[in-house]
């Protein structure tokens, strides 16, 4: 039978939908890196001063990272060659559990591929249909995602809002309850209330797992996260941090109690059913947390860079939001205006990305600011006058 409207091609809707994406401004596209992650980059054929990576410590071109990497890579081999299960456990994956549940203090550590993997795999593992996940509006995408896959019921809090959690705590009659918040929240930089929510965990005898992917390496007197901010411990906190953005390498892992780490082991899908990531890979992070561990510098060097750049932007036309973190969003509405200053920005050799909804609510577009200790003064110098700039020319037709 033959269908008039059957379409020419087999993906003729896709494409359709990528039209209309490309009409309506939304088309993402990548820029393509040429040098190594850093505060002054080569993108897409042009040198730019970047405020766009979440590199916070500078360390993901590092001497002593890379030499790491060399020298495990011609001891160990590049890939690991099997599932942690299986045969790829590697020393050097056992060496960076150890080091991690040290670095944070608590009782142990597994480490996943990636941050996106170790939420699926922790959420997925430790919640079941029944369950309750209470979760900051906010939160990461690889967050919401790992509850669906769990099947418990979600029940999203309005960000930061304690008595919103606290109602919907009051009225859950889940057994088994977790409440789950991003750390430091990745387009906002405001840090979670995590005395208070912990403080509510224990009233509701909830779980609480933590995401500290912006936190780690920066937070804390040595850098070991948002516990140490706080200088809060308990043993019903699940802690979670990668290793792609302070560290400066990937990967990510989950510290908790000995037997949450055992049960993931048993249960975590994301942990079982792969391939374990390169030994060098693990060598290089155990080199990233012997830096932040030894070398304060670099978390005053960048504490100094926020304080500098937040007032000098005192006076913008556009308020930056606040934040203590190393990120520093700046307000500036429409999607229109953010995306033609980040495009005035860059005329001017400065890379600071839009940020627009879905990944923010309507009407709250920004530029993503993000500082590392790669920068310079001068750097922070020079963002300050290009926005001046743009601020005056901005009513220009
Ligand atoms: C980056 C990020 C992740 C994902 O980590 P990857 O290692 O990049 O997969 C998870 N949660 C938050 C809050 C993040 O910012």
């Known amino acids: 039978m033959q269908h008039h409207s059957r379409p020419?091609?087999?993906?003729?809707?896709?494409?359709?939908?990528?039209?209309?994406?490309q009409a309506a401004g939304l088309m993402r596209r990548r820029?393509?890196?040429?040098?190594?992650?850093?505060?002054?980059?080569?993108?897409?054929?042009?040198?730019?001063?970047?405020?766009?990576?979440?590199?916070?410590?500078?360390?993901?071109?590092?001497?002593?990272l890379i030499a790491a990497?060399?020298?495990?890579?011609?001891?160990?081999?590049?890939?690991?060659?099997?599932?942690?299960?299986?045969?790829?456990?590697?020393?050097?994956?056992?060496?960076?559990?150890?080091?991690?549940?040290?670095?944070?203090?608590?009782?142990?550590?597994?480490?996943?591929?990636?941050?996106?993997?170790?939420?699926?795999?922790?959420?997925?593992?430790?919640?079941?249909?029944?369950?309750?996940?209470?979760?900051?509006r906010l939160n990461h995408a690889s967050l919401n995602d790992a509850a669906v896959l769990s099947r418990a019921d979600l029940q999203r809090y309005r960000h930061n809002d304690l008595e919103h959690l606290a109602r919907l705590l009051e009225k859950s009659s889940a057994t088994r309850k977790l409440v789950v918040a991003d750390a430091v929240f990745s387009m906002d930089g405001d840090i979670a209330p995590v005395p208070a929510l912990l403080e509510l965990?224990?009233?509701?005898?909830?779980?609480?797992?933590?995401?500290?992917?912006?936190?780690?390496?920066?937070l804390g007197t040595h850098g070991e996260g948002v516990l140490g901010h706080f200088g809060v411990r308990s043993p019903r906190i699940i802690y979670m941090a990668t290793l792609g953005?302070?560290?400066?390498?990937?990967?990510?892992?989950?510290?908790?109690?000995?037997?949450?780490i055992d049960y993931l082991l048993q249960h975590a899908r994301t942990y079982i059913y792969t391939t374990a990531s390169p030994p060098p890979q693990a060598a290089a992070v155990l080199a990233a947390l012997e830096l932040i561990a030894a070398d304060d510098a670099?978390?005053?060097?960048?504490?100094?860079?926020?304080?500098?750049?937040?007032?000098r932007l005192q006076s913008c036309r556009w308020p930056l939001m606040p934040s203590v973190t190393a990120i520093q969003?700046?307000?500036?509405?429409?999607?229109?205006?953010?995306?033609?200053?980040?495009e005035?920005?860059?005329?001017?050799?400065?890379?600071?990305?839009?940020?627009?909804?879905?990944?923010?609510?309507?009407?709250?577009?920004?530029?993503?600011?993000?500082?590392?200790?790669?920068?310079?003064?001068?750097?922070?110098?020079?963002?300050?006058?290009?926005?001046?700039e743009a601020e005056s020319d901005w009513e220009l037709p």
């Not at 020419?8 to 994406?21: H, I, K, M, N, V």
């Not at 820029?31 to 916070?56: M, T, W």
């Not at 965990?201 to 920066?218: I, K, M, N, T, Y």
């Open 201 to 218: 965990c224990e009233r509701h005898d909830a779980w609480l797992l933590l995401d500290d992917a912006h936190g780690f390496g920066v």
């Open 69 to 136: 990497m060399q020298q495990a890579a011609a001891s160990a081999g590049a890939g690991s060659g099997a599932s942690h299960l299986i045969t790829g456990h590697h020393v050097f994956h056992d060496m960076l559990e150890q080091a991690l549940a040290n670095f944070t203090g608590l009782p142990a550590a597994l480490c996943f591929s990636t941050g996106y993997m170790a939420n699926l795999g922790v959420v997925a593992a430790l919640m079941r249909r029944g369950d309750a996940i209470f979760a900051d």
């Open 329 to 342: 969003p700046l307000l500036v509405g429409s999607n229109h205006d953010a995306l033609r200053l980040s």
């Open 344 to 388: 005035l920005l860059l005329t001017r050799g400065v890379l600071v990305p839009a940020i627009r909804p879905p990944t923010v609510p309507q009407g709250t577009a920004r530029l993503r600011i993000s500082l590392s200790a790669a920068h310079s003064p001068a750097d922070i110098e020079r963002l300050a006058t290009v926005l001046a």
């Open 31 to 64: 820029r393509l890196l040429e040098s190594p992650q850093s505060a002054h980059i080569r993108v897409d054929g042009k040198d730019v001063l970047s405020f766009c990576s979440n590199d916070y410590l500078g360390l993901a071109n590092h001497p002593a």
């Open 8 to 21: 020419s091609t087999p993906f003729a809707e896709l494409e359709q939908e990528l039209a209309e994406r």
């Open 298 to 311: 670099r978390r005053a060097h960048l504490q100094t860079l926020i304080a500098t750049l937040k007032s």
């Open 245 to 260: 953005k302070a560290a400066g390498v990937a990967g990510a892992f989950v510290a908790a109690e000995q037997v949450v």
